[in-house]
C-alpha cells in the first residue's frame, strides 16, 4: 500500500513539475513578445502582460506544493541539527503539521477567493478571474495532503518524510 501512494503522490509532483517547466517556457514566450511588440513594432499587447502575471502566479504556487513533497523549502536547521534522532523526527512531524494547517486556511481562503472573483474578467483575457485563481485552493489542497503525509509518515517512523527527501 505505501509503494503505491508513494508512485501517485511522486507521479502528482512530477506532473506538477512538467507543468512548471511548461509555465516557464510560456512565461518566457509572453514576455519575450511584450518586448518584441513594445520595442520593435512600438505596439502594446496587454494580453501578453496579463497572461505573463497568471503564468507567474502559477508557477510560484505550483512549485511550492512541489516543494513540501521533497521537503524543498528553506528552513532553519541550527538548533533540529543538534537534537538526538527522536527529537528531530518530532520537531521535523510539527513543522509538517504547521504546513498541513497552513495549507488548509489556505485552500479555505483559496475557495472564498475564487467565489468572489468569478464574476470578474481580466481586460484583455476573456476569462473570469476565478478561473485563474483556481490555482490558489487546488495548490493548498495538494500541499495539505503532501505534508499530512509526510507528518503521518514521520509519526508512525515509516521514513523521514517524502521519498526524495534527505536527512
Partial sequence: MRIIIDRILS??????????????????????WEAFARFVLHSGQFWSQEASLIAMSWIGLI??????????????TLIVDRLPALGKRILRAF???????????LFLT????????????????PIP??????????T??????????RFL????????ASAGEEG
Wanted: proline letters at 1%; a negative charge.
Fill in 11 to 32: 507521479g502528482l509532483e512530477k506532473t506538477m513539475q512538467t507543468l512548471t517547466a511548461v509555465l516557464i517556457g510560456l512565461l518566457t514566450l509572453f514576455v519575450s
Fill in 63 to 76: 512549485g511550492a506544493a512541489g516543494a513540501v513533497w521533497f521537503g524543498g523549502h528553506i528552513s532553519l
Fill in 140 to 149: 493548498a489542497a495538494v500541499m495539505c495532503l503532501f505534508s499530512t503525509v
Fill in 110 to 125: 483559496g475557495l472564498t477567493l475564487v467565489d468572489a472573483t468569478m464574476d470578474g474578467t481580466w481586460s484583455s483575457i
Fill in 129 to 138: 478571474i476565478g478561473y485563474t485563481n483556481m490555482i490558489v485552493p487546488v
Fill in 153 to 160: 509518515r514521520r509519526i508512525l517512523g515509516l521514513d523521514d
Fill in 95 to 105: 513543522s509538517d503539521l504547521v504546513v498541513a494547517a497552513f495549507s488548509f486556511v
